[in-house]
Each structure stands twice: as structure tokens, then as C-alpha cells.
């Protein structure tokens, strides 16, 4: 059995080693392009529902790597927050976020969209998070209910009285809060009434089989009524068709965002999605 054992282990071993060896150059890569200013953000749309007028813009994060090129969130958070690097990386997208939010605010005074920024649960809990979230505010000059900030389910779960106390000081701020890629956790409904909140983003799963899963659209129809009655805006991600646009509007699901209307764009495209919408 020993032997069986180191057998296995010597199998296993290259490809151990190359998931380490990668994990850790992506880590030494991260430091030198925070310094060398590698990241870029890129903002999605979030729609009124009824009238697909622009409500607001999530902040989505990308990597331009030195030699892998444009890297996608997914290829790099998990490193990030491994090492820590997301502390560093938060503050710099949050800071860049205002900066832009106060360009769209210049521009389409206050009709102007909100911005939405995700946190990790590493970042959230990093000594000085709150501080630093109002000082980029107040520096900016942005209204605090202009910045939205996007946390996990499984950060309400931890049952941490560090975290309510945090999220019921960034709502006094004015600093809307929304819980992202809800329906996908452990969730149990019962624990929204109990925590600082202001929306909830419902999951693209959820999107994703509402026009053909009459079960799914029962479900996502209970969230929409449960979260209204709790005083919470809904807003509904990953809307990909007119149909799923359509229904989503009818169960009075009041915001979504998808590719239907817009891919993450450019700091520029955004602006000029502002111009164009806002400005007459
Ligand atoms: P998320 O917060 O759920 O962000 C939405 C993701 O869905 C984005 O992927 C977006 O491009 C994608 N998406 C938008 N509309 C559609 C659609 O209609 N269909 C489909 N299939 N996908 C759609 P992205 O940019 O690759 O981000 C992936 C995840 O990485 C995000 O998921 C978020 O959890 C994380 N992330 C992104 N930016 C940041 C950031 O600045 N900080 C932190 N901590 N995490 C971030
Ligand atoms: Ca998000
Ligand atoms: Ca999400
Ligand atoms: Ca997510």
C-alpha cells in the first residue's frame, strides 16, 4: 500500500507541480502589473426593465497579462485572493470605479448612472476597507448612493458581526449595497431581512432556463415577490434573448443586465453610451 502510494504520488507529481509553479508565477505577475498598471475595467450596463433606459454600470475587471494576454476575471481572482494581492487590486478597481462614475456624473449630472463595484470577501475584511471606501468618495466628490457595492452570498454566511457592522456603516454612508450571484449559495431566504441590504442580483442561472422551465420561472417569480415585500430592488443578471427580457419585465423584476443589451464596454464606449443617452 505504501509503495501504491508513492507510485501514485510520483504519477501525480508533474502535474502538481505545474499548477504550483503557475499559481505562483501568475502571483509574481500580479504584483508587477499592479505596479506597472496592467488592469483595465470594463462596465456593463444595468437596465430599467420597463423601459431599458440605463440605471447603472457594473465594473468588471481584466488583466492585460505580459505575455497570456487579455486575462478574464476568472482566470486571476482566485490567485489574487489567495495571495492577498486582491487588497491591493480592490482598491485600485474602487478608486478607478469613482473616477469613473464622477466623469459619467460631469456629464449627466444627477440622472447619471450609479456604479457597481464587486468586493471579496478578502478585500471586504482587509484592515482600513471602510476608510478607504470613503476617502476614494469623498476625494472624487461622488454622492455616496452613486457607488454600489456587490458582495457574495457566502460572505453572509459566515455569520461574521464584523461584516453587518461594516455593511450597516457603508448604508448610513449612503453606499448602496447588493448581493451578487443570489440563488446560488446556501441560501436560505430567511437571513435577507436581518442584513443591511439594498438588492439582490439574481443569478444567470436563474435567466438562463426561465423562458423554457416553468418550475425555474416559478421560483425566480417568488424571489422577485419575497425581495419587493422586503423592501429590495431585484435585478436580474446574464439576460441573453428579447424573451427572457420580456418575462423577466412581467414578473416585475424592475433591472437587468445582460448581453441582450450590452457587452462590458470600454471606459469610453461607456461614456459615450452616456452621452448619447443622457445628454441632449
Ligand atoms: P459577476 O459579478 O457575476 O459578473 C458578471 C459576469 O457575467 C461578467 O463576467 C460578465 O461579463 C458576464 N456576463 C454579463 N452578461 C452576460 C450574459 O448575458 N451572459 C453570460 N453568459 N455572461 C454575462 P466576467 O467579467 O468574466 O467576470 C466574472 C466574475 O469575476 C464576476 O462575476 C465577478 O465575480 C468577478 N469579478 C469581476 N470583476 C471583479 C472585480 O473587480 N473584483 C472582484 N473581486 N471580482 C470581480
Ligand atoms: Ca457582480
Ligand atoms: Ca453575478
Ligand atoms: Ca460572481
Known amino acids: 500500500a505504501k509503495d501504491a502510494g508513492k507510485g501514485q504520488w510520483r504519477r501525480y507529481q508533474p502535474e502538481l507541480h505545474a499548477v504550483i509553479v503557475e499559481r505562483l508565477q501568475l502571483r509574481t505577475e500580479l504584483e508587477r502589473s499592479l505596479v506597472a498598471g496592467g488592469f483595465e475595467l470594463e462596465f456593463q450596463p ?21 505575455t497570456r494576454g487579455r486575462l478574464l476575471p476568472g482566470q486571476f481572482i ?16 474602487l478608486i478607478q470605479a469613482i473616477t469613473e462614475a464622477c466623469r459619467w456624473h460631469a456629464t449627466a449630472g444627477g440622472a447619471a448612472p450609479y456604479v457597481s463595484v464587486n468586493v471579496s470577501l478578502r478585500q471586504f475584511r482587509s ?9 476614494a468618495l469623498s476625494h472624487a466628490g461622488l454622492p455616496p448612493h452613486r457607488l454600489m457595492i456587490e458582495i457574495t452570498e457566502s460572505m453572509l454566511m459566515r455569520d461574521d458581526d464584523r461584516i453587518l457592522a461594516d455593511l450597516a456603516a457603508l448604508r448610513r454612508e449612503g453606499v448602496r449595497i447588493a448581493i451578487d450571484d443570489f440563488g446560488t449559495g446556501y441560501s436560505s431566504l430567511s437571513y435577507l431581512h436581518q442584513v443591511p441590504l ?43 434573448t428579447a424573451a427572457e427580457h420580456v418575462l423577466l419585465a412581467s ?19 461607456t461614456l459615450s453610451m452616456i452621452i448619447e443617452e443622457f445628454d441632449t
Do not use: M
Not at 431599458?52 to 457594473?58: I, K, P, Y
Not at 489567495?82 to 485600485?92: D, K, P, T, Y
Not at 424592475?254 to 469610453?268: N, S, V
Open 46 to 66: 444595468i437596465l430599467t426593465l420597463a423601459d431599458s433606459t440605463v440605471a447603472g454600470f457594473e465594473a468588471l475587471v481584466r488583466w492585460n497579462h505580459p
Open 78 to 93: 482566485d490567485v489574487a485572493e489567495e495571495s492577498g494581492h486582491i487588497v491591493a487590486l480592490g482598491r485600485w478597481i
Open 127 to 135: 484592515a482600513g476597507f471602510l476608510a478607504s471606501v470613503h476617502a
Open 198 to 240: 439594498d438588492a439582490v442580483k439574481l443569478d444567470k442561472l436563474f435567466t438562463a432556463s426561465i423562458t423554457t422551465d416553468p418550475k425555474q420561472a416559478a421560483l425566480v417569480d417568488g424571489i422577485i415577490r419575497l425581495a419587493r415585500t422586503l423592501g429590495l430592488d431585484v435585478i436580474a443578471e446574464g439576460i441573453e
Open 251 to 269: 414578473l416585475g423584476c424592475p433591472y437587468g443586465q445582460g448581453f441582450r443589451f450590452a457587452r462590458p464596454l470600454t471606459p469610453q464606449a
